[in-house]
């Protein structure tokens, strides 16, 4: 299990929103921090991983929840 620094929730955001929001999240948090998002709908889901993975994060895990949404994990890396 990874320690979780942070959560945020675009489950009510829409596309570019949803990467927009989680990339200034990261922005605010210190390298190494772990960063749980909620996300929903196929267009986040598609596109804040892949946009997080351009920048150069990692995508810890993906998992879909009993509501519809999906929990995201990414661990913020340093340039």
Known sequence: MH????TLDITREVC????VRTKLKLE???VGAVLEVLLKGEEPLKN???S????GHEVLEL???PDGSHRLLLR????
């Not at 320690?3 to 942070?6: G, I, L, R, S």
């Not at 997080?52 to 920048?55: G, L, M, S």
């Open 76 to 79: 913020k890396q340093g340039r």
């Open 16 to 19: 570019p929103m949803t990467y």
């Open 3 to 6: 320690d979780v620094t942070a």
């Open 28 to 30: 605010s948090l210190a």
């Open 63 to 65: 998992q879909a929840r």
């Open 52 to 55: 997080a993975r351009e920048e």
């Open 48 to 50: 804040v991983p892949r």
